[in-house]
């Protein structure tokens, strides 16, 4: 049995109290600074790549935060759904839990609607397109066919890496593009709340399922990170298009291997391996199976 301190109706109020606009972020104006990082060294490890000045590891780094961002944007497309069948069933119940699911999509609609936004803002200002792995709806759709303990698993996961990452890197990183980190703060102030959530839900669905039920879904949330590493190992293929058109530079064959496995590694720890290795991920899969808590940490070594 899962037990947590967590309540929909504390939640909820926690989650009213950070509410923000996307207009309150980006206006109509707002322009990136194409002069300054995105992203924090511990998640991009441009650091690794020698071979490229300054200039070029930045431009590696600004490619990253456009992908992170428009990846955090494409799992929310998965997430919405998810919740919105989750607070289906109790829509006459519990009022607070209602309200704070239904706060929980809003805002992961709003969060989609950030990243567009931030999208649109990216492209007006950097050289060339940057491809994202997708379409969005196919992803979405190969996620929710499993189990619904799975991809709740899989939320999890995804809610507390977004906390550990702005805790640990982003937040007193003063080198970073003012508008992006900005972002990244108000992201991080209500995925606060639907760690939280999904935390409950987790509860919920655990408590209705048998051991063996339990053990199969901690299967598929491992068959679901293997899906998602398979889409990241395409997506580092074409950050570094991405890198070689937008500076001109054509890499050598020894360059291209170490730029792969660099970041092929960076991006793994960034989504995989900060997730599953986080102590709120650990202790609650320990808390449903310690069989379960065994296989996920023997799968994350793959991914620091």
């Not at 929909?8 to 194409?34: N, Q």
């Not at 999509?105 to 792995?133: G, N, T, Y």
């Not at 290795?277 to 996920?296: F, M, P, Y």
Request: with cysteine.
């Amino acid at each position: 049995m899962l037990h947590t301190d967590y309540s929909y109706a504390a939640t909820l109020a926690a989650a009213e109290r950070v509410h923000w606009r996307v207009e309150d972020l980006l206006d109509d104006d707002a322009r990136l600074d194409f002069s300054r990082p995105f992203l924090p060294e511990a998640l991009v490890r441009t650091d690794e790549l020698g071979f490229l000045n300054e200039d070029e590891r930045r431009t590696v780094n600004q490619i990253r935060g456009h992908t992170y961002l428009c990846l955090f944007g494409l799992v929310e497309e998965f997430i919405l759904p998810f919740v919105l069948d989750h607070a289906r069933p109790d829509l006459y119940s519990d009022d607070h839990r209602v309200r704070a699911l239904l706060q929980f999509a809003a805002e992961e609609a709003k969060h989609i609607h950030l990243f567009k936004r931030f999208r649109q803002m990216f492209e007006a200002d950097f050289p060339v397109p940057c491809p994202i792995i997708g379409p969005a709806e196919d992803i979405a759709a190969a996620v929710l066919s499993h189990h619904p303990l799975a991809v709740a698993l899989v939320v999890l996961h995804i809610e507390w890496m977004t906390q550990r990452h702005y805790l640990d890197s982003v937040r007193d990183d003063q080198s970073l593009e003012p508008l992006f980190k900005s972002m990244l703060k108000h992201h991080w102030m209500e995925e606060a709340q639907h760690a939280k959530l999904d935390t409950l839900m987790v509860a919920t669905l655990a408590a209705n399922c048998t051991d063996e039920e339990i053990e199969a879904a901690i299967d598929e949330y491992l068959e679901i990170t293997g899906f998602l590493d398979d889409g990241l190992a395409q997506q580092v293929q074409f950050e570094l298009d991405s890198f070689q058109r937008a500076t001109g530079r054509a890499l050598t064959a020894s360059e291209r291997g170490r730029y792969m496995a660099s970041q092929q590694q960076a991006t793994r720890w960034t989504y995989l391996g900060s997730g599953m290795t986080h102590d709120k991920v650990r202790l609650t899969v320990e808390q449903l199976s310690d069989d379960g808590a065994r296989r996920v940490a023997a799968a994350a070594t793959a991914f620091v």
